[in-house]
């Protein structure tokens, strides 16, 4: 199994389990959303924690071999879960999500981060938006990241493709909470806390009115984000970048088309 569901107290805790980076597969994104369906449709949970059970990883992204083999239907598969089912599974959820960040989170794992309402992060945590150098856009992120630090300051993280800090991701809005190191889940389990004695309904009829005034347009975005990643993945450019990942060495980008 690559994704561990436990409930502690009212808290349902799903964990990326797949080492060694915890990369992205059509059944992992398949079973961590079936278990935040779970976790929606449970009663007894009120507070809901992403995490991950490998240590210092949270989740490195997609599996860029699937782009490197040139199997556009199984990246276009990996991007409607990624995307378009995560995005909506989460905005229906019903109940508030925290991501609990130790370690690296890169590509599809600041995805699957950005996704749930809150991310609290230890001091052992980086972040980082690589996909510019292997040659695709990190399309998604261009609808919500200016959202939360602003339209500059995304576009520098965006196409620069540097990591960044626990601090500096709070500092910006990014992180809710910056927790010791390797203590990420800790912080998230006394923010859940905190949120699981608070009225359920309140919460419930609360969440769906905040997603709703804050969508303004976001999950149709998210689709078009979706086939703009897969048309870039097809481009030489894709191909040459994931290529010189693979293979170790700096990549020789061709030509404008």
């Known amino acids: 199994m690559m994704i561990r569901y436990d409930v502690r107290g009212q808290t349902a805790e799903i964990l990326f389990d797949n080492p060694p980076?915890?990369?992205?597969?059509e059944q992992m994104l398949d079973d961590y959303l079936?278990?935040?369906?779970?976790?929606?449709?449970?009663?007894?949970?009120?507070?809901?924690?992403?995490g991950s059970a490998v240590p210092g990883r949270f989740c490195a992204g997609l599996?860029?071999?699937?782009?490197?083999?040139?199997d556009h239907a199984r990246v276009r598969n990996l991007l409607e879960r990624l995307y378009v089912r995560n995005v909506d599974t989460q905005f229906h959820m019903g109940k508030p999500t925290i991501a609990a960040v130790d370690g690296t989170a890169r590509g599809g794992g600041m995805t699957l981060a950005v996704s749930c309402d809150m991310i609290v992060a230890s001091e052992s945590a980086d972040f980082g938006y690589p996909e510019v150098d292997a040659g695709v856009p990190?399309?998604?992120?261009?609808?919500?990241?200016?959202?939360?630090?602003?339209?500059?300051?995304?576009?520098?993280?965006?196409?620069?493709?540097?990591?960044?800090d626990a601090r500096e991701a709070a500092g910006m809005g990014l992180v809710v909470r910056v927790a010791p190191a390797g203590q990420a889940m800790e912080a998230a389990r006394?923010?859940?806390?905190?949120?699981?004695?608070?009225?359920?309904?309140?919460?419930?009829?609360?969440?769906?009115?905040?997603?709703?005034?804050?969508?303004?347009?976001?999950?149709?975005?998210?689709?078009?984000?979706?086939?703009?990643?897969?048309?870039?993945?097809?481009?030489?450019?894709?191909?040459?970048?994931?290529?010189a990942f693979v293979e170790k060495r700096k990549p020789i980008w061709p030509a404008d088309a």
């Open 34 to 50: 079936a278990a935040l369906r779970r976790a929606a449709a449970d009663p007894a949970v009120r507070a809901v924690i992403v």
């Open 21 to 25: 980076v915890n990369a992205l597969s």
């Open 138 to 164: 990190p399309s998604i992120h261009f609808s919500h990241l200016p959202r939360i630090v602003g339209r500059h300051r995304a576009f520098e993280l965006l196409f620069t493709g540097r990591v960044f």
């Open 190 to 243: 006394a923010l859940a806390g905190t949120l699981c004695a608070k009225s359920p309904e309140v919460l419930r009829h609360g969440r769906e009115a905040f997603m709703q005034a804050n969508d303004n347009g976001y999950r149709a975005a998210v689709r078009a984000a979706a086939d703009s990643f897969c048309v870039a993945a097809g481009r030489p450019s894709a191909r040459e970048g994931i290529a």
């Open 63 to 70: 599996n860029l071999m699937a782009i490197h083999a040139g």
